[in-house]
Every structure is written in structure tokens, then in C-alpha cells.
């Protein structure tokens, strides 16, 4: 299991703050992780979209499409920080 963390707009457009969800589902990036997301239809689809900018953090650190994910993981998603 991994615990997604959902930050700012996202938590709002999805409705919830954060979930588990069990990694026996081919997921194995970040990238895999936001397909399987995205693949649940709307709102997912919209709100994580291929053109939207979503940032990832694992366990604290920021990540990358490409990053692996394992279980027992905490994957933060969070829209880009601004500001001035």
C-alpha cells in the first residue's frame, strides 16, 4: 500500500485529501501512478490531466515522472508553488 497525499486545488477538485491504494496494480512510477489515477474518469482525468502541471514529492523529496514507487510509500500531489 502507498499513502497519496492530495494538496491545494487538488484536494478540492477530487474531493478528498488522501487515500491508500495498493500497489498490485502495475504501478511503479510516478507516471504509472498518475495513468492509473487519471484512468478513473472524472473528475481524475481532468483535474490530473496530461496538460496540467502536477508536482510529486515521495517520502518527502521531490519527484520525477520516472521516480519508482515501492510499498509503504508516501507520494505527496501538489499543484506549482508560486509567488513573490
Same mark, same amino acid.
Given at each position: 500500500?502507498?499513502? +497519496?497525499?492530495?494538496?491545494? @486545488?487538488? @484536494? &478540492? *477538485?477530487? /474531493? ?15 507516471? $504509472?501512478l498518475l495513468a492509473h489515477l @487519471? *484512468? ?5 482525468s481532468t483535474t490530473l490531466g &496530461? /496538460? &496540467?502541471? !502536477?508536482?510529486?514529492? !515521495?517520502?518527502?523529496? +521531490?519527484? @520525477?515522472? $520516472?521516480?519508482? +514507487?515501492? $510499498? /509503504? $510509500? &508516501? ?5 506549482? !508553488?508560486?509567488?513573490?
Amino acid at each position: 500500500m502507498i499513502d +497519496i497525499l492530495y494538496f491545494a @486545488r487538488l @484536494r &478540492e *477538485s477530487l /474531493g478528498l485529501a488522501r487515500e491508500q491504494l495498493d500497489l498490485s496494480q502495475n504501478i511503479d512510477s510516478i507516471a $504509472d501512478l498518475l495513468a492509473h489515477l @487519471r *484512468s478513473r474518469g472524472e473528475p481524475w482525468s481532468t483535474t490530473l490531466g &496530461e /496538460g &496540467e502541471s !502536477v508536482l510529486a514529492a !515521495v517520502n518527502q523529496e +521531490i519527484a @520525477r515522472l $520516472d521516480t519508482t +514507487i515501492k $510499498d /509503504g $510509500d &508516501e507520494i505527496a500531489l501538489f499543484p506549482p !508553488v508560486t509567488g513573490g
